[in-house]
């Protein structure tokens, strides 16, 4: 039980497009999703909090007209880097919540040439 | 603020050998406390976590943890290190928002285990 997927699970863009990632939580409803990023050899950074049917919360310093978050149902989260550049590069990790208990995806790899 | 140190950024053990990651933490609360495993280009697995009662818990793939209060400190051990155990390793706690009902996690920086046949 518990399994998180993302989709795409690579994704190689051009400077100034937009892609978009999807967090699924299989086999159980989350209300809320977490997004992460992750640079090489380094921790998860918590980007922002997605909550079902309410607009998504940003940390200190996450731009949310660039990180734009979509939590359209109970199973579904959608993470768009919009007008990507290099400097997005990274890998992005969601996780879907039940209480104090995060699951997480198996994470995407976003390259923006 | 809560925060997570794992001191050691690096650990080679060799196989059969075992092994200690070091976590402290600080928090103001109860912690909850959890240690992950990351393969290389892979999401988080979680291998065992602490909400209360045991202070000794146990988890997949031969994995325990000791919660010590006195010490901040939540320490993951595995008696005999396999090579399949070579990963990245992150402890974290999750902290509770004022005012909210979610649970997020503070996470270490990490400790990188490689292991030598």
Redesign the interface.
């Known amino acids: 039980g518990a399994v ?1 997927s ?1 989709h795409p699970s690579r994704v190689i863009c051009k400077s100034g497009t937009s892609v978009k990632i999807e967090c699924r939580s299989l086999d159980f409803q989350a209300t ?1 999703m ?1 997004w992460y990023r992750q640079f090489p ?4 950074m ?1 980007m922002a ?1 997605s ?1 079902e049917g309410s607009k998504a919360t940003y940390e200190q310093g996450v731009e949310k007209d660039k990180f734009l978050i979509n939590h359209a149902s109970l199973t579904l989260s959608t993470l768009t880097v919009t007008s990507a550049h290099p400097e997005d590069s990274s ?1 992005y ?1 969601c ?1 879907a ?1 039940q ?9 995407t ?1 976003l390259t923006v040439t | 603020a809560q925060s997570v140190t794992q001191p050691d950024i690096h650990i080679t053990v060799s196989e059969g050998a075992s092994l200690e990651l070091r976590c402290n933490y600080s928090y103001g609360a109860t912690p ?1 406390l959890f240690w ?1 495993v990351q393969s290389p ?6 291998l065992l ?1 602490y ?1 209360s009662g045991d202070t000794l818990v146990q988890g997949i793939k031969g994995f325990e943890a000791e919660f010590k209060r006195s010490q901040s400190s939540f320490n993951l051990r595995k008696p005999s290190v396999h090579w399949s155990d070579a990963a990245e390793y ?1 402890c974290a706690v ?1 902290r ?1 928002e004022s005012g909210g009902s ?4 503070t ?4 400790t ?1 285990l490689t292991v030598n046949p």
């Open positions: 998180v993302q809320t977490f050899k380094q921790s998860l918590l909090t909550n890998f990790i996780s919540t209480r104090y208990e995060q699951y997480f995806g198996p994470g790899r | 909850y992950y280009g892979q999401g988080l697995q979680l976590k909400f992150f999750a509770r979610n649970y997020k996690l996470f270490g920086k990490g990188l």
